[in-house]
C-alpha cells in the first residue's frame, strides 16, 4: 500500500506565497517522476510542474518563474515553492507519483486526496 501525504494548502491573498509538500510512503521501491497536479472548479484536472528522479523538471506555461518544485530522493518528498500567487491559481492541488513497488513490475500512478490553495484579489 502507498500513501501520500500533502500539505501547505490555504489561504493566501494575490501576490503571496505558500508551501505546498507531500510525503510518500509505503510499498515503494522507487519513484520516477512526482508532480503536482490542480483542478479549478469546472476545469479539468491539469499538470502544473513535475520532477524526475534525476532532478529534471517540467512546468506549465503560466506558472514558468513563479513556482519551483523540488524533491529529496532519499526521504520521498516533494515541494512546490509557489509566488506571485493570483486568484487564477486557485484549484485543488494534488500529489502524483509514478512508482514501482518492486525492481521487476512496471511503474504504476499515485494520487494524494489533494490540498485546497485559495488566492483571494
Known amino acids: 500500500q502507498v500513501r501520500l501525504v500533502e500539505s501547505g494548502g490555504g489561504l493566501v491573498q494575490a501576490g503571496g506565497s505558500l508551501r505546498l509538500s507531500c510525503e510518500a510512503s509505503?510499498?515503494?521501491?522507487?519513484?520516477?517522476?512526482m508532480a503536482w497536479y490542480r483542478q479549478a472548479p469546472g476545469k479539468q484536472r491539469e499538470l502544473v510542474a513535475s520532477?524526475?528522479?534525476?532532478?529534471?523538471?517540467n512546468y506549465q506555461d503560466s506558472v514558468k518563474g513563479r513556482f519551483t518544485i523540488s524533491r529529496d530522493n532519499t526521504k520521498n518528498t516533494m515541494s512546490l515553492q509557489m509566488g506571485s500567487l493570483s486568484p487564477e491559481d486557485t484549484a485543488v492541488y494534488y500529489c502524483?507519483?509514478?512508482?514501482?513497488?518492486?525492481?521487476?513490475?512496471?511503474?504504476?500512478?499515485?494520487w494524494g486526496q489533494g490540498t485546497q490553495v485559495t488566492v483571494s484579489s
Open positions: 520532477i524526475t528522479s534525476g532532478g529534471s523538471t
Open positions: 502524483n507519483i509514478r512508482y514501482k513497488s518492486s525492481a521487476y513490475v512496471k511503474d504504476r500512478d499515485y
Open positions: 509505503g510499498s515503494i521501491f522507487s519513484i520516477n517522476v
